[in-house]
């Protein structure tokens, strides 16, 4: 997928990754007066039978959206090993 594509995708759209399924509902995008374009993507995530609640991240392309993602499945994961209910 390309980088600087995420409007191409069409929600609801499910993947996997590090072992969690994330779920994009929705990709709003955003032009600054800069002229820089941001997406707003609202998504959840599931590990292990247990949902998060929906939340969003700005990113600005697929990669970004993927590093950012990496990080929340982390701490995800901690919070369900931890015992936290989500």
């Known amino acids: 997928m390309s980088a600087e594509r995420l409007e191409t995708i069409i929600p609801p759209f499910s993947f996997t990754l590090d072992g969690a399924l994330v779920t994009i509902y929705e990709i709003p995008k955003s032009e600054l007066i800069s002229g820089d374009k941001w997406y707003h993507v609202y998504l959840d995530i599931e590990w292990r039978g247990k949902r998060s609640r929906r939340f969003t991240l700005d990113v600005k392309g ?12 982390s701490k995800f994961k901690l919070m369900v090993l931890m015992g936290v209910e989500v």
């Open 62 to 73: 697929w990669e970004d959206l993927l590093r950012k993602l990496l990080v929340e499945i």
